[in-house]
């Protein structure tokens, strides 16, 4: 083989390698947040759809507490569990910007993540004495928690399941860990702060911002509920 066959051989193999490279790139960039969109609207639509028609899975637990106070904990009532890779509630976070909100489902398996939010099993259900934890994406599939890092304490994170609104608040900056440290997900989290039994709320996801070496890990506690029928809480706008 000579020399020039060689070297061109080698150039066209460089070629090809840098064409699925820019590929994956478009893929990664581009495509799974195109994916993500069909998908989560989707989500919303199901969530919609289901609450005009009066089928929510998950009652209010409790009554809204008078201002300046924390809402009394109690068990919710008896409800339908929640369905493995199914939407049951909407996030929100003002600190995002406005118009961020994204769909949560049952589950943090990958599939259920390139939809929306996940919702680990296992931990509390939305509003009751517990923790209720909740992951996603960094980076790719919409980037919902792109700016993750941004969360301060007392910012508000709020959920409903169509006829409650709850109101979080962050009680502190991220905390930044390994995916083996399971207890910042534990009914009373571990290094959260938290003293005893209360009604917690994780959010969790990748760090560094393209990479999966580390989670970064915000906690809140329930500050208020309100009926979906009273409008939306005044947290929106704080």
């Given at each position: 083989?000579?020399?020039?066959?060689i070297?061109?051989?080698?150039?066209?193999?460089?070629i090809?390698?840098g064409?699925?490279i820019?590929?994956?790139?478009?893929?990664?960039?581009?495509?799974?947040?195109v994916?993500a969109?069909?998908?989560?609207?989707?989500?919303?639509d199901?969530l919609?759809?289901?609450?005009?028609?009066g089928?929510?899975?998950?009652?209010?637990?409790?009554?809204?507490?008078?201002?300046?106070?924390?809402?009394?904990?109690s068990?919710?009532?008896?409800?339908a569990?929640?369905?493995d890779?199914?939407?049951?509630a909407?996030?929100?976070?003002p600190?995002?910007?406005k118009?961020?909100?994204?769909p949560?489902?049952e589950?943090?398996?990958?599939?259920?993540?390139?939809?929306g939010?996940?919702?680990?099993?296992?931990?509390?259900?939305?509003?009751?004495t517990?923790?209720?934890?909740v992951?996603?994406?960094?980076r790719?599939?919409?980037?919902?928690?792109k700016?993750?890092?941004k969360?301060?304490?007392?910012?508000?994170?709020?959920?409903?399941?169509?006829t409650?609104?709850?109101?979080y608040?962050?009680?502190?900056?991220?905390?930044r860990?390994?995916?083996?440290d399971i207890?910042?997900?534990?009914?009373?989290?571990?290094?959260?702060?938290?003293?005893?039994?209360?009604?917690?709320?994780?959010?969790?996801t990748?760090?560094?911002?393209?990479?999966?070496?580390?989670?970064?890990?915000?906690w809140?506690?329930?500050?208020?509920?309100?009926?979906?029928?009273?409008?939306?809480?005044?947290?929106?706008?704080?």
């Amino acid at each position: 083989m000579s020399v020039r066959l060689i070297v061109r051989t080698f150039s066209e193999l460089c070629i090809t390698v840098g064409a699925l490279i820019v590929l994956f790139v478009v893929y990664v960039l581009f495509w799974t947040g195109v994916k993500a969109a069909e998908a989560t609207e989707g989500q919303i639509d199901t969530l919609q759809n289901q609450w005009a028609r009066g089928t929510v899975s998950v009652p209010a637990p409790g009554t809204s507490p008078a201002p300046g106070t924390s809402p009394t904990p109690s068990a919710p009532p008896a409800s339908a569990a929640y369905r493995d890779g199914k939407p049951f509630a909407m996030l929100y976070i003002p600190r995002f910007g406005k118009g961020w909100e994204w769909p949560v489902l049952e589950n943090t398996e990958v599939r259920t993540l390139q939809k929306g939010l996940g919702h680990y099993s296992g931990t509390a259900r939305l509003g009751a004495t517990g923790n209720f934890a909740v992951a996603g994406h960094r980076r790719t599939y919409g980037d919902p928690f792109k700016d993750f890092p941004k969360l301060r304490p007392g910012d508000a994170v709020l959920l409903t399941d169509g006829t409650t609104w709850f109101t979080y608040r962050i009680d502190k900056k991220p905390y930044r860990t390994v995916p083996s440290d399971i207890g910042v997900i534990d009914p009373v989290p571990r290094r959260s702060g938290f003293d005893g039994p209360g009604r917690y709320l994780t959010l969790t996801t990748c760090d560094p911002e393209w990479g999966s070496s580390h989670r970064l890990i915000a906690w809140a506690h329930l500050d208020a509920t309100q009926p979906v029928s009273d409008g939306r809480p005044a947290a929106f706008h704080s």
